[in-house]
């Protein structure tokens, strides 16, 4: 392995300070992959006394580092002037370790932040810059122009950049080894095509708030899919200063109502805008915007499939499962009839958000929700004619997400969905189903959770439902694993004493199916374990792109990057919220927990009204994405102090 050199200068305050830059090349012989590649490994050396930071750097061209690469300016080259800034306002010899990634083969970017996305959260990194435009045509070295070209030559085919942490400053050179095969498990996936991408544009009916548009925005611009907002006045992308993320604001009655399609398809005719692709990210959407994508020719899941998603009753026929169907004025004892065993669920059979939920007892109980649920108004549940009674599951509830493509599943992943508030015995909070924090991967058997995604699945495929994302949530009968406190007060999953351990084979006991993108929480939690960008697959599906939505469904190849949970923080009581961002202070307060708080997203900012609690909901801060790479327990323990150390005040 030859080892090359290059001197120059960063200027700082105290004046210049020499670098050495060492690099090398590896993988002349890429291995086999659909997507293969090169690796430039730098060391980056220096020694200086000043305290302040670098102002520029200077490099002379006669050494090669801008030479013959065009433009001084072009991204690699700031890249490594970034790194080298690093080393030059350190006191003492310091030293950096980088990679720069080319391609192996020609071909077109499938979306030009990949590297940032795929090495999310990746051990031994500090800083990942992708270098590409979206749709680029990438143009690889030959053998004799890598062992001719110099630096600048070689950087300006590079597709990224990677600068090694701290943690690699004793052996920076066997970090560069080892993140070679960490390269390898996050870049298994294709992530070029030896096919043109043609520009597309996706209209999106957006209900949703800032916090879940944006990032399916910004997935839009990798991708190089224009998008046209139909939102109501006042929405947040009509004007500056975010009117950048999109190519086309139109204005559009939201309501969603039998003439919602029509108004859709007057809107997009009335400005003339044409697009390749209709979606919406609200699960009552998904139908009338799909009515509207037929009737323009566009993509779209089957109406008739659609359907079934909007009523509960109707998907549990699908499913096989028990179920009664009470109307209003009828009375529910004489509808059940003896026919499902206490205790039971009760839910309007068109319903969001677990509004109108309840969990019963006895007959009494089930009169009273029966009779809440059609005299309520709810804020995300239309005024129901009808109500679904189930018998309830006791056993461990899980979310499955489900990628679909001509029928076939591109990816699947299951969480555990820790207890409710109405899971609890009799007397508690029969009526709060909201979620209280989700693991990722499941803890249960494999063998259980492949068992319920096969027949989850097989419920999906009976419907009809064969393109699109779907957020399915299930409880699993006859699991050999519960809920409890172990001996040393530790509440998880734990194995079932022998005696109590079922039967029967575990089974699938569907909730509901919601055609539609999951939630901002999962969609972050998903996409920095796995690897997987559910927004990004959306918009793909939606254009009907199957090259693109199949190579970028692929996981990382070692299988999840660590366990996380995503926790809710809970207001507890309603008022004026007088606190800032909690885990910005949180992490402040307590250092070492920021790296394992990595993501959250706040539903209040300073100032505003939190409501108070009813008997459906129990009002939440934020919700907050903690990681943990030491096992399970290790994660749970994590999370157990971040809800204990968050800090807020509601007046």
Not at 19 to 41: D, E, H, L, Y
Not at 214 to 232: D, F, K, R, S
Not at 611 to 626: C, K, N, R, Y
Request: glycine share 6%; net charge negative.
């Amino acid at each position: 392995m030859t080892v090359r050199t290059l001197r120059f200068q960063v200027q700082t305050a105290g004046g210049p300070t020499p670098i050495r830059c060492s690099w090398t090349i590896s993988r002349a012989q890429p291995p086999a992959s659909s997507s293969p590649f090169k690796i430039i490994n730098v060391l980056l050396e220096g020694h200086s006394s000043c305290e302040s930071g670098p102002k520029s750097v200077h490099a002379p061209p006669a050494r090669g580092l801008v030479d013959n690469a065009g433009d001084p300016s072009f991204t690699p080259f700031n890249f490594l002037a970034d790194c080298c800034s690093v080393v030059a306002a350190g006191v003492g010899y310091q030293q950096r370790a980088l990679k720069f990634v080319l391609p192996a083969r020609d071909g077109y970017v499938l979306r030009a932040d990949f590297l940032e996305q795929r090495l999310v959260d990746c051990p031994r990194v500090d800083k990942v810059q992708s270098f590409c435009q979206p749709r680029q045509y990438l143009k690889c070295l030959s053998a004799k122009q890598i062992e001719w070209s110099g630096l600048a030559q070689m950087l300006s085919h590079a597709v990224g950049g990677i600068l090694l942490n701290d943690s690699s400053l004793d052996h920076p050179v066997s970090a560069l080894v080892e993140l070679d095969s960490e390269l390898d498990n996050r870049l298994s996936h294709p992530w070029m095509t030896e096919h043109p991408i043609a520009k597309k544009s996706v209209a999106l009916v957006d209900v949703r708030d800032r916090g879940n548009t944006e990032p399916l925005l910004q997935a839009a611009w990798a991708l190089g899919i224009e998008m046209v907002i139909l939102g109501e006045a006042g929405h947040w992308l009509e004007g500056p200063p975010h009117a950048y993320l999109r190519s086309h604001f139109i204005q559009l009655d939201t309501t969603a109502d039998e003439e919602l399609p029509f108004r859709i398809i007057e809107a997009l005719a009335t400005h003339d805008v044409r697009i390749d692709g209709l979606t919406s990210n609200l699960d009552w959407y998904t139908y009338p915007v799909s009515k509207a994508a037929a009737f323009l020719g566009l993509p779209c899941e089957s109406l008739k499939a659609l359907d079934v998603c909007r009523d509960k009753y109707k998907q549990r026929m699908a499913s096989g499962d028990a179920a009664v169907q009470v109307y209003k004025g009828q009375d529910p004892e004489t509808v059940v009839d003896g026919s499902l065993e206490f205790p039971l669920v009760v839910k309007p059979s068109v319903g969001a958000n677990s509004e109108g939920v309840s969990k019963v007892f006895d007959q009494d109980q089930l009169a009273t929700a029966v009779d809440r649920v059609f005299k309520t108004e709810y804020k995300h549940t239309p005024a129901s004619s009808a109500v679904n009674v189930e018998e309830y599951c006791a056993g461990p509830e899980i979310d499955v997400n489900f990628v679909l493509m001509d029928g076939k599943v591109l990816f699947v992943e299951t969480a555990d969905d820790f207890p409710k508030a109405a899971d609890t015995d009799e007397g508690a909070n029969p009526t709060v189903f909201k979620e209280s924090a989700m693991v990722y991967p499941s803890g249960l058997p494999s063998y259980e959770v492949e068992a319920v995604q096969s027949s989850l699945r097989h419920t999906l495929q009976r419907i009809g439902l064969m393109n699109g994302i779907y957020h399915v949530e299930a409880r699993v009968e006859n699991s050999t694993m519960e809920y409890r406190r172990n001996v040393d007060g530790f509440f998880d999953l734990e194995k079932k004493a022998e005696r109590n351990i079922p039967i029967g084979e575990p089974k699938a006991v569907l909730i509901e199916i919601n055609p539609r993108l999951p939630g901002s929480m999962v969609k972050a939690a998903v996409f920095r374990t796995y690897g997987v960008d559910y927004d990004a697959l959306s918009l793909l599906l939606a254009i009907g792109d199957k090259e693109r939505a199949t190579a970028l469904s692929q996981p990382f190849q070692g299988g999840p990057q660590y366990w996380s949970t995503a926790l809710f923080i809970w207001a507890g009581k309603g008022g004026k919220l007088v606190s800032d961002n909690i885990v910005h202070e949180l992490r402040q307060r307590h250092p070492d927990l920021a790296s394992n708080v990595v993501d959250s997203l706040p539903f209040y900012e300073r100032g505003e009204l939190v409501p108070e609690p009813t008997a459906d909901s129990l009002p939440a801060v934020a919700w907050v994405l903690v990681v943990g790479g030491e096992g399970r327990r290790n994660l749970l323990e994590i999370a157990e102090r971040v809800r204990g150390e968050v800090r807020f005040e509601i007046q």
